[in-house]
């Protein structure tokens, strides 16, 4: 199928109208949206509302009344209906999800860490993995063609099942292994994988096509690059025995898939400052114990990504790590959240539930805005930390946990404490160890790296060839404010990719707030109608050592001065000072 010119159209099937809304909303905040969203609460309507319009995408939601979602699945798919299916699940559970994908579904997602991005990308994955599958069926030749312009990575095995008789651009690029090595090859040399993984490829190629699931797998190319991805077998359309392996790359939303199949990895935290130098080392310390954290910092600084580091790192590696966002959520709501529920403890229990805190037995439980947490909820969560022990709404009989708490938050907790909206006893024992995350503007030093990290990670997902920023369009980078942190400066650089029309991003391919030089982003010393030109972002970048000698020009000696331009402090201008006479 291919989605047509007009808006794309997504049916969401989900018996709660609180949903609905929260998936409108979620779709409309995407910039630029092109979703057309039609709501059916069973599956009566949801087939009537297809019929009077052809809908692009469905998002099935799990739970449906007396019936399942997945029983909804296999009578959409008995109607003859192929569009992509995108499956809704209110917790994180590898046994639902492993249902859902064997009845037909294409993607699942878990409302609680769904976001609009996340959301769309899942959408456009789920319909390009049915376009191509429904590529294949038409046609093998034509479809050899198409494959070889796709960003999705295919490979097509020889009548024996052994050796590699087409490879796409994509799959070589994916492999970073040439692809005059991987023809005529074994298949087996064709992925950096572990022996471990072609064992679970074998195993996938001798199950009869409906049972194979797709199997996540991990590597790092020769180049550096670090490529989180999953494998398809399907069987050629003419010829059972020969076995085409789809590779997709998940790169860009594997920090949130993680969370829900358990397979995660320690990512990277990004940063040569001398705060976050300092930061990694408290990190690696913190893991060695099971000490409640609470991590401090602006929106965008990268509380979540610290959480995790913390606990990949330490020996709890091997269990659950779940976050949850506490802000905006109703007292009863996130009680169930936490602490589950009981069958019938109140309207709309039609189940028992397990919370987080047993979900993430024996591993780490990260509660993101944890300042936000209704008051009877704080006592209820002062309890757990103290008797570590946990009460199911609904219930009375204590169940014991083994559950490390991490927790984050962007608001004064003390002066929450002095204006009576946060418990004092429950900040003591969640404040036990703090980390304190530097906001961007502290550590202008990391852009660049910071920068080069993102643009790399854009063009190996999109395959566009945009190489470096220009010296302007550096400078403006480094005298921004940057009050969204990490998280807005790496969407400013995706948003500046897309829109460079070369291979060299220019000033006018920012966001306007950044593009727009504004005085008051600079210090206010007479040197605020000046930029320091940083070059390009890539291995050829300007020295060190020239940009200094620029900076200490421009401020007339003034080495304090010449610090502030280069975005670094006084201390660390003097070092590199030093080592450049030595």
């Not at 999705?152 to 490879?167: C, E, K, L, P």
């Not at 950096?192 to 009869?208: F, G, W, Y």
């Not at 020769?222 to 059972?240: C, F, I, M, N, S």
């Not at 083994?402 to 404490?417: C, G, K, P, Y």
């Amino acid at each position: 199928m291919a989605i047509s010119t007009g808006p794309i159209q997504v049916l969401l099937i989900d018996d709660d109208r609180a949903d609905y809304v929260i998936t409108r909303d979620m779709l409309e905040s995407i910039p630029g949206s092109p979703y057309a969203l039609t709501w059916a609460p069973n599956s009566e309507e949801a087939l009537r509302a297809f019929r009077e319009t052809p809908h692009d995408v469905i998002l099935l939601d799990y739970l449906l009344g007396e019936t399942t979602g997945v029983d909804v699945l296999r009578h959409i798919r008995q109607q003859g209906i192929e569009v992509p299916i995108i499956m809704l699940t209110a917790v994180e559970d590898r046994a639902v999800d492993q249902e859902a994908l064997a009845a037909g579904a294409d993607e699942y997602l878990t409302k609680a860490s769904a976001t609009g991005l996340l959301l769309d990308r899942t959408i456009r994955y789920a319909v390009e993995k049915r376009r191509l599958q429904t590529q294949i069926v038409r046609s093998r030749d034509d479809v050899r063609s198409i494959l070889d312009e796709l960003r999705t990575g295919t490979a097509i095995t020889s009548a024996d099942g052994m050796r590699v008789s087409f490879v796409s651009r994509a799959f070589e690029k994916l492999a970073g292994i040439p692809r005059q090595q991987i023809l005529g090859a074994p298949w087996t040399d064709a992925l950096p994988v572990t022996e471990a993984d072609r064992n679970a490829i074998r195993e996938q190629m001798a199950l009869p096509s409906p049972q194979r699931v797709r199997l996540p797998l991990h590597w790092e190319t020769g180049q550096g690059t670090r490529y989180w991805t999953e494998l398809e077998v399907l069987d050629e359309p003419r010829d059972a025995a020969r076995k085409i392996l789809v590779l997709y790359d998940v790169s860009d939303i594997h920090g949130l898939r993680r969370l829900l199949d358990g397979r995660a990895e320690f990512c990277d935290i990004i940063g040569k400052s001398e705060s976050m130098q300092t930061l990694f080392q408290q990190i690696g310390e913190l893991a060695r114990y099971d000490t409640t954290v609470m991590i401090e910092g602006e929106t965008g600084t990268g509380k979540e990504l610290v959480a995790r580091a913390i606990h990949f790192s330490g020996h709890r590696s091997g269990k659950p790590f779940i976050a949850v966002n506490c802000a905006g959520l109703t007292e009863s709501i996130l009680a169930s959240q936490l602490f589950g529920h009981k069958k019938g403890a109140f309207t709309g229990a039609v189940s028992d539930h397990i919370g987080y805190f047993e979900a993430a037995e024996g591993g780490t439980l990260f509660l993101d805005e944890i300042g936000d947490i209704p008051p009877v909820v704080q006592t209820m969560l002062l309890r757990v930390v103290q008797e570590r022990e946990i009460v199911r709404v609904g219930e009375s009989t204590p169940r014991t946990i083994n559950v490390r708490l991490l927790s984050a938050t962007n608001r004064d907790l003390n002066r929450e404490v002095a204006e009576g909206r946060f418990r004092s006893d429950l900040l003591y024992r969640v404040r036990v160890a703090r980390l304190t995350l530097p906001p961007l503007r502290a550590r202008r030093e990391d852009i660049p790296v910071l920068v080069t990290s993102f643009l790399r990670r854009f063009t190996a997902k999109t395959g566009k060839q945009v190489e470096a920023f220009s010296p302007g369009a550096a400078s403006l980078l480094m005298s921004y404010s940057w009050p969204g942190n990490v998280r807005e400066l790496q969407n400013a650089v995706e948003a500046a990719a897309i829109s460079c029309r070369g291979t060299t991003v220019q000033p006018g391919d920012l966001p306007p707030e950044i593009a727009i030089p504004q005085s008051a982003f600079l210090p206010q010393d007479g040197l605020s109608g000046q930029r320091l030109n940083l070059g390009r972002f890539d291995e050829f970048s300007v020295p060190e050592g020239l940009r200094i000698e620029e900076a200490l020009a421009k401020a007339g000696g003034n080495r304090a001065k010449a610090a502030r331009l280069l975005g670094i402090s006084r201390t660390t201008l003097y070092r590199r000072l030093a080592a450049m006479k030595s």
